[in-house]
């Protein structure tokens, strides 16, 4: 709500399926309960729009003919002389559509080879002997055209064309459909736009020069290798990154570590400030009989990792340690949904001799339970390997539930985490370089029952007192009021920084 009493318009904005990140509901639910009409935007780019979710205030966006075309998108740009950032976008085009369109016909005779070998595998009279030449060749080739380019030809195609899909194709495309949605849907125009990652920025971008609102960017990691999977050359991002930084009112992130780099990188222009990832508070937190675990741990110390499984995040550490942690007084439980890295840990454990005896794997449940589902637990791992760049200012959601389930958390050397962990005195940290670690710190805890009962109490009452969205929400909306107030928000930052 306004100073003047009027209810101000805020869009949450996201670029991919609103509900695969827990920090946009926490934006929407928390400013919505704080007086603001909220629309979530997200965006389904392989599907048709789906009708708005009219309860949660959810619209989601599909690619279909309902959009702005290129052309328009095209005839904006041209009509905003003097706005850099969209003819940048215009020119940045061309010269990756070139290097594509160079590549490819350089890259040809390859991919004629690829063809050729393709439909001799589909007839059975095709011989070895002919499979084993074109592949010859083939390799050939390819060493040739690389070598030019000292190596890097085939990185820089895939970077370039890695970049054009985001840029253009990705990000291109939600902005005009966002953009036809709210001329469509003109008692929809924001007050605010509450950007979430770069691919959502450009099209907070443009609807702040077509309608003049204000633009909030919430950066949820640090550089290309966040949101890219091939970033040849990484310095494109952030020219693309910068060039919308210029437009943008205002920024967040989610650690101090990330918001120092931002405001080393960008000159503080905008300022970032801190709203970690910070769980709501859970009201009403009992146990649920559905996930207890006592039937397992059979009296032993229960140890839980809690998230997705995924490389580099130091799971298979976590196997490996296990084999030299005391299990006849400890057990192992990691909650998360199957992928094949699950099974590759899963075949890990059983190697180890552990598996369903004091190794647990157990089956996911939906994020708002997460909290819940951990309350049957003693000690919370984040055992994320801190040599990673992203993991530098890494704020993970389960440090916040770990906290207010009351379980001692043990985390790798997390910058952010391990200043929270020290701020609430409720965890230590281990050093994820070392190998042996983990399972000595796990073995000194599983010694400490009454210790580790003390420090899970003192990381609930620190999440209730200062570690939850709910505190940080202060910030938000001293951001999403500065227009009207023209208040500086160097208090806004210091507060974020006091409650970490």
Not at 74 to 98: I, S
Not at 190 to 198: F, K, L, M, S, T
Request: charge should be neutral; include cysteine; charged fraction near 20%.
């Amino acid at each position: 709500m306004s100073e003047s009493g009027i209810q101000k318009r805020l869009h949450v904005l996201c670029a991919h399926e609103p509900k695969l990140d827990p920090r946009i509901g926490w934006t929407a639910q928390t400013a919505a309960r704080n007086g603001y009409a909220v629309r979530t935007i997200g965006w389904i780019a392989d599907r048709v729009a789906e009708p708005d979710d009219a309860d949660a205030c959810i619209v989601r966006l599909g690619l279909d003919s309902l959009s702005k075309s290129k052309r328009w998108l095209l005839v904006q740009l041209a009509r905003m002389a003097g706005f850099p950032t969209l003819w940048a976008f215009t020119v940045m085009g061309a010269p990756f559509l070139f290097v594509w369109i160079v590549g490819t016909i350089l890259l040809l005779p390859w991919r004629i080879l690829d063809y050729v070998m393709e439909k001799l595998g589909q007839h059975e009279r095709t011989t070895r002997r002919v499979e084993r030449l074109i592949l010859r060749i083939r390799a050939w080739f390819f060493w040739r055209v690389d070598a030019v380019f000292k190596g890097g030809m085939v990185r820089l195609i895939n970077g370039l064309g890695a970049y054009r899909w985001y840029f253009l194709t990705h990000a291109g495309a939600f902005a005009r459909r966002y953009a036809y949605w709210l001329e469509t849907n003109p008692e929809q125009l924001p007050d605010i736009i509450h950007a979430n990652d770069p691919d959502a920025l450009m099209a907070a971008v443009l609807v702040k020069r077509l309608y003049g609102c204000r633009v909030v960017y919430d950066a949820h990691e640090y550089g290309p290798d966040a949101y890219i999977l091939h970033t040849t050359p990484r310095s494109v991002f952030f020219i693309y990154e910068r060039m919308l930084m210029a437009h943008v009112d205002e920024a967040i992130t989610v650690s101090p570590p990330i918001a120092d780099k931002f405001n080393e990188r960008y000159e503080s222009r905008p300022h970032f400030l801190v709203v970690p990832n910070a769980s709501p508070l859970v009201d009403d937190l009992r146990p649920d009989p559905q996930f207890a675990l006592d039937e397992l741990a059979r009296g032993r110390m229960r140890v839980l990792y809690q998230g997705g499984f995924a490389a580099h995040r130091g799971l298979e550490q976590v196997i490996a340690a296990w084999n030299n942690v005391d299990d006849s007084k400890a057990v192992l439980f990691l909650r998360g949904p199957d992928n094949e890295f699950r099974r590759v840990l899963v075949r890990a454990a059983e190697a180890g001799g552990r598996l369903n005896t004091s190794v647990f794997f157990l089956p996911s449940v939906s994020e708002d339970q997460l909290t819940i589902a951990a309350l049957d637990a003693d000690i919370g791992l984040v055992p994320y390997l801190s040599h990673i760049e992203n993991h530098q200012g890494a704020c993970p959601n389960k440090v916040g539930q770990y906290m207010q389930a009351g379980l001692t958390i043990v985390s790798a050397k997390l910058p952010f985490v391990a200043s929270l962990l020290a701020a609430g005195d409720c965890g230590t940290i281990y050093d994820d370089t070392n190998d042996a670690a983990l399972s000595k710190t796990l073995n000194a805890l599983i010694r400490q029952p009454e210790y580790v009962t003390r420090m899970g109490q003192n990381g609930r009452s620190f999440a209730r007192a200062h570690y939850n969205f709910e505190a940080y929400f202060l910030v938000l909306d001293n951001l999403y009021r500065a227009g009207e107030t023209g208040k500086q928000h160097d208090n806004s930052h210091q507060f974020a920084r006091d409650r970490t």
